[in-house]
Nanobody, 119 residues
């Protein structure tokens, strides 16, 4: 079982930066693939970025070059550094932990943190 708690959201002007954090409690954080997803009002939840347990990263085209995902296994934390923010980045951002074994898939979500980009 993994519990995820996001923090770092808030209101920022266009062009600004925020860093989201996701603290994980429970066992074996380092073996999980981690990701950030977001959901804007009236839209489906979409992938923002993922990082594997080996450190490989993947980004949505809309955030490439602006966002950076990273993890600190010693602190059981995954981060999302968001630069050059745009109004269309406004959404609730969710942290995800995922592990696929031979017998089942484990999938955990945080409660979300609001990011609002507005002048």
């Amino acid at each position: 079982q993994v519990q995820l708690v996001e923090s770092g959201g808030g209101l920022v002007q266009p062009g600004g930066s925020l860093r989201l954090s996701c603290a994980a409690s429970g066992s074996s954080f380092s073996i999980y693939g981690m990701g950030w997803y977001r959901q804007a009002p009236g839209k489906q939840r979409e992938l923002v970025a993922t990082i594997t347990n080996g450190g490989s990263t993947n980004y949505a085209d809309s955030v490439k070059g602006r966002f950076t995902i990273s993890r600190d296994n010693a602190k059981n934390t995954v981060y999302l550094q968001m630069n050059s923010l745009k109004p269309e980045d406004t959404a609730v951002y969710y942290c995800n932990a995922r592990l696929i074994t031979s017998s089942r898939e484990y999938n955990y979500w945080g409660q979300g943190t609001q990011v609002t980009v507005s002048s």
